[in-house]
């Protein structure tokens, strides 16, 4: 079951496209949704999210329905949790929770198992006392602490701990990736970046031509994947990244900061959009804001309008004449190479559509940036 609230920071339009979002996300985790659940509310409750009505409602649902898990599309604090749970009598999670979830069934390195591991206790950590909150009840009173207040500062030193190892053993992961990078030479390094599920592994897997794992569910790249590719004498290291996400979690992307560094240190960007999803442009804005917030907002950019056949498919009536579609889609292609200054390609990766554009354009910018940066190896450009 999802809930999610209108509020003064998001229009129903927006809620319903995060709540189609989170219902991915669930689905992903292997759970289905059977309800969502809406309200109108000009600030979040601060007991129990939704108001007192709405909650009465959901607990109905829960009863009838048998409902086991109740997953909100905002962060909630711990009481919020404890509240709601009690209240519902079923474990109550939110968004961050649930993407920290999928990440820690995604890692498979050991640098991804300890990044989630420290976004996982970092997400913790604030929470605490509002998941103790029913060991507060058993005892004590004035003059004495209870169980639970004991329970939560011995549970508080123990998450503290572990963060504090878990930091120091990234670091030295880090110090491990630093070096490998260094090793890699004058290569010119090209990143694929995007929002999660827009095809980038597919076009990894086309563009260099090896396996890397891909499938029709969100973050199933977590690690990065770097491999050497040549085109005309002209080789470059290209890597394949973690997806972004809106509301990502914060200490998520605190502790990845190390994988994003494959992002940060690119010569050239990448940037793959779902042109089919009905908010692709929102969901470009979301991996600009990340891009600024890592700095990685300022390189060469080539964005690559991938999925163009579905978005032929959803766009286009079957009856809607070949001359019209031609110049709708000629229309689509002119507005996108005025926002980016000409520096984008229309692609199908499934399909393998327009290809060969694609790589004589990004042959065309590593030829330039060897250019720039390395002017003596000639051989290169």
Request: aromatic share 8%; glycine share 6%; charged share 30%.
């Amino acid at each position: 079951m999802l809930v999610g609230l209108v509020y003064k920071q998001q229009t129903e339009e927006q809620l319903r496209e995060y709540l189609s979002e989170l219902a991915f996300l669930a689905e992903t985790a292997g759970a289905k949704t059977e309800k969502i659940f809406i309200q109108k509310l000009p600030n979040p409750d601060s007991r129990t999210f939704v108001g007192k009505g709405k909650l009465e409602e959901i607990k109905k649902y829960v009863q009838a329905k048998g409902i086991d898990l109740a997953i909100f599309d905002d962060e909630l604090t711990g009481a919020q949790i404890g509240n709601i749970s009690d209240e519902l009598g079923i474990k109550t999670i939110d968004r961050s929770d649930l993407i920290l979830d999928i990440f820690a069934r995604r890692a498979k390195t050991a640098q991804a198992k300890v990044q989630v591991e420290l976004a996982q206790y970092q997400y913790i950590l604030p929470r605490l006392r509002g998941m103790w909150k029913h060991l507060e009840r058993q005892g004590g009173g004035i003059g004495s602490r209870g169980p639970g207040e004991t329970e939560i500062e011995t549970d508080r030193r123990i998450v503290k701990d572990k963060i504090a190892l878990l930091r120091k053993k990234l670091a030295e992961i880090d110090k491990q990736a630093i070096t490998q990078r260094k090793e890699r030479g004058t290569y010119i390094r090209v990143a694929l970046v995007g929002y999660t599920n827009v095809g980038k592994s597919t076009i990894m897997t086309l563009l260099s031509k090896s396996e890397v794992f891909a499938e029709n569910k969100l973050f199933a790249t977590l690690d990065t994947t770097t491999r050497k590719v040549v085109y005309e004498q002209t080789p470059f290291l290209l890597s394949d990244t973690v997806g972004f996400i809106r509301k990502l979690p914060h200490h998520l992307v605190e502790s990845f900061k190390s994988t994003l560094d494959e992002v940060r240190e690119a010569d050239c960007l990448l940037h793959v959009v779902d042109i089919s999803h009905p908010a692709y442009e929102d969901q470009m804005g979301v991996v600009n804001k990340t891009l600024q917030e890592i700095g990685a907002f300022d390189k060469p950019v080539l964005t690559i309008f991938n999925k163009m056949d579905l978005y032929e498919e959803r766009t286009f009536d079957e009856w809607l004449d070949d001359e019209v579609k031609q110049d709708l889609l000629n229309q689509l292609k002119r507005r996108w190479e005025h926002e980016t200054n000409g520096s984008c390609v229309f692609i199908s990766a499934t399909q393998r559509r327009n290809i060969d554009e694609l790589r004589s354009t990004i042959l065309g910018k590593v030829k330039e940036l060897y250019q720039q940066r390395y002017p003596y190896l000639t051989q290169f450009y």
